[in-house]
């Protein structure tokens, strides 16, 4: 196996020729001072239609061949759920880093196993919440932290209506689809940067696609001193994404807060004592301060800021909120 090269300048190659690596992560690495040398897809024609649109040198009709380019330093993921871990693995046999998309396992104990495997190759892996890089979630728990009072409750909601979409991958249990999974993380995120991990959760789900995965979710959250958390995926209504913090002094509000353009300005309002205050923040690509965070933890050889206890105890609220919808009863959470 090869040994992993930090480099200043890190160039990429991407799996798969999905819509969120094309509109969002390719032109973000496209605009920082890394690149994309290489793009991957099962059809061969389809990648090069893809590196062609997108300005990309090489092509490949398999990922392994994409994985055996000797250009490459790293590997960007957004395959399928259910192939993140063995891709991200195969990668890390390559001696490549890995940036994979949310979220990374099905469950935190494949979540720990692949950090554990990435470790004894000598990679880094994170996983790609591009929210976290925003500004504006920076200024958000820099509030919380320093300007409001004791915090009682949050509400994080995340949802989109699919409509008539039934054979999307998000809808497909083999693929480890759900809406939980694939936006309802978002919110369990946002919970817990703010509270901490929950002691125990209880949901309820549906499934009115009748596909075998859960098109809504609700999670009650609760935490050993009294604090609770709500949080919302859903399938089923209209785009809304958000999150309330509610304190014994006031209260923030974040609108927009996590599917936001790079041009894109975006505000957050919240009050204290009575007073109510509204900040604006310039439009900033959060998935360009995402990729150039990563590729800095590893020319200095550094943990990445989403790092392995953040990605498997977000996965252990998920996990329990899973448990607690299928069994109807509350469900411990089982963290790092």
């Known amino acids: 196996m090869p040994v992993p090269i930090a480099l200043s300048r890190m160039e990429f190659g991407v799996l798969s020729t999905a819509a969120i690596g094309r509109e969002d992560v390719i032109p973000a690495i496209q605009a920082s001072e890394h690149a994309v040398g290489a793009i991957a897809s099962r059809d061969a024609e389809r990648a090069r239609s893809v590196a062609d649109e997108l300005d990309i040198d090489r092509s490949y009709g398999s990922y392994e061949a994409l994985l055996a380019d000797e250009g490459i330093d790293a590997v960007y993921n957004p395959l399928p759920n259910s192939l993140h871990a063995e891709w991200t693995r195969r990668a890390a046999d390559h001696g490549l880093h890995v940036l994979c998309e949310k979220p990374l396992t099905p469950d935190a104990e494949q979540a720990r196993a692949l950090f554990d495997y990435c470790d004894r190759q000598g990679v880094t892996l994170m996983e790609a919440f591009m929210y976290h890089f925003h500004p504006r979630t920076e200024r958000a728990r ?37 809406s939980l999974m694939d936006i309802g993380c978002y919110a369990v995120s946002a919970v817990r940067n703010v509270l901490g ?7 309820h789900a549906a499934d009115t696609y009748d596909t075998g995965v859960d098109s809504q979710l609700s999670g009650l959250l609760t935490y050993d001193d009294g604090v ?19 304190t014994a002094d006031g209260w923030l509000h974040v609108p927009e807060a996590f599917d936001v353009a790079p041009d894109q300005s975006v505000s957050l309002t919240y009050q204290v004592d009575g007073q109510r205050h509204t900040e604006t923040i310039d439009g900033v690509d959060h998935y360009r301060r995402q990729v150039e965070s990563f590729a800095d933890a590893v020319a200095a050889d550094e943990t990445p800021p989403v790092d392995r206890t953040e990605t498997v105890d977000n996965m ?16 411990a959470v089982d963290g790092e």
């Open 197 to 203: 991990e929950p002691n125990r959760a209880f949901a």
């Open 142 to 178: 820099e509030i919380v932290r320093e300007e409001l009072g004791e915090v009682r409750h949050v509400e994080a909601t995340f949802t989109f209506g699919m409509g008539d979409r039934t054979d999307d991958i998000r809808l497909d249990p083999a693929l480890d689809g759900g």
């Open 228 to 246: 609770t958390a709500q949080i919302t995926s859903s399938f089923d209504t209209p785009m809304t994404h958000e999150y309330r913090i509610m």
């Open 316 to 331: 252990a609220v998920i996990d329990a909120l899973y448990e607690s919808a299928e069994t109807g009863e509350p469900a």
